[in-house]
Nanobody, 127 residues
Framework: QVQLVESGEGLVQAGGSLRLSCAASGRTFSSYAMGWFRQTPGKERDFVAAINRSGGTTYYADSVKGRFTISRDNAKNTVYLQMNTLKPEDTALYYC????????????????????WGQGTQVTVSS
C-alpha cells in the first residue's frame, strides 16, 4: 500500500507558474505508474498527465500539452507537475494517483485504473 501527499498549492496570476509535488510512502515507489488529475466542483475528475515507472514515458491531456511537465524522482519517492503559462481554466483541485505495475512500462490515463489517491491540492489562477 502507498500513501500520497500532494503539496505546492497556490494562487497565481494567469501566465504564471507553479510546481506541485506528490510524496509517496513506502519502499516500492518505482513499481508505480503515477498520474495527475484535476477536478472542479460539480465536474468529473479529469486526466492531466501520467508517467511510467521509470520516468521514461509521459503522456498529457491536450489541454496542458506544451505547458505542463510531469517528472519523477524515484530516489525521493516523489512525482512532480511543473505548470507553466497557467490559465484561469487550470483552476482546480489537483490530485496525484498511483497504479501498481507488475510488468512493463505502462502508464494509465483513466482515473478508475489507479489504485491510490492523494487528498488533493488547490491551484487557483486569476485572470
Amino acid at each position: 500500500q502507498v500513501q500520497l501527499v500532494e503539496s505546492g498549492e497556490g494562487l497565481v496570476q494567469a501566465g504564471g507558474s507553479l510546481r506541485l509535488s506528490c510524496a509517496a510512502s513506502g519502499r516500492t515507489f518505482s513499481s508505480y505508474a503515477m498520474g495527475w488529475f484535476r477536478q472542479t466542483p460539480g465536474k468529473e475528475r479529469d486526466f492531466v498527465a501520467a508517467i511510467n515507472r521509470s520516468g521514461g514515458t509521459t503522456y498529457y491531456a491536450d489541454s496542458v500539452k506544451g505547458r505542463f511537465t510531469i517528472s519523477r524522482d524515484n530516489a525521493k519517492n516523489t512525482v512532480y507537475l511543473q505548470m507553466n503559462t497557467l490559465k484561469p481554466e487550470d483552476t482546480a483541485l489537483y490530485y496525484c494517483a498511483a497504479k501498481l505495475i507488475y510488468y512493463g512500462s505502462a502508464l494509465k490515463t483513466r482515473s478508475y485504473e489507479y489504485d491510490y489517491w492523494g487528498q488533493g491540492t488547490q491551484v487557483t489562477v486569476s485572470s
